[in-house]
Nanobody, 122 residues
Framework: VQLQASGGGLVQAGDSLRVSCAVS????????MAWFRQAPGKERQFVAR???????NYADSVKGRFTISRDNAKNTLYLQMNSLKPEDTAIYFC?????????????????WGQGTLVTVFS
């Protein structure tokens, strides 16, 4: 399975941005999917996850602002980010594991995309 993240960019605080993760070599509906992010000098942290019948879970820091979703026909995972803040600046990684359950632990996921950089300026 290969994951290809895209859609990052430079945006102003308060703006919206959607990042994508194209999945190849597997059917996205069979995988638990997640987004993590890593800011400079910090550890990779959980952002959002989606699994099974579109169950979702979010980190408290993004709850109400970010939405994780998938398009099964396009085999693609999305992260819609609204009301962006400078502290959201990070490299965003998508992750996957063949499973009907999920986890918010980065160590649980088997497959990782290469990351896409999101920079939010004030």
């Amino acid at each position: 399975v290969q994951l290809q993240a895209s859609g990052g960019g430079l945006v102003q605080a308060g703006d919206s941005l959607r990042v994508s993760c194209a999945v190849s070599g597997g059917t996205i509906s069979n995988y638990a999917m997640a987004w993590f992010r890593q800011a400079p000098g910090k550890e990779r942290q959980f952002v959002a996850r989606l699994w099974s019948t579109d169950q979702t879970n979010y980190a408290d820091s993004v709850k109400g602002r970010f939405t994780i979703s998938r398009d099964n026909a396009k085999n693609t995972l999305y992260l819609q980010m609204n009301s962006l803040k400078p502290e959201d600046t990070a490299i965003y990684f998508c992750a996957a594991k063949y499973s009907s359950v999920s986890s918010d632990s980065r160590w649980w996921y088997r497959y990782w995309g290469q990351g896409t950089l999101v920079t939010v300026f004030s």
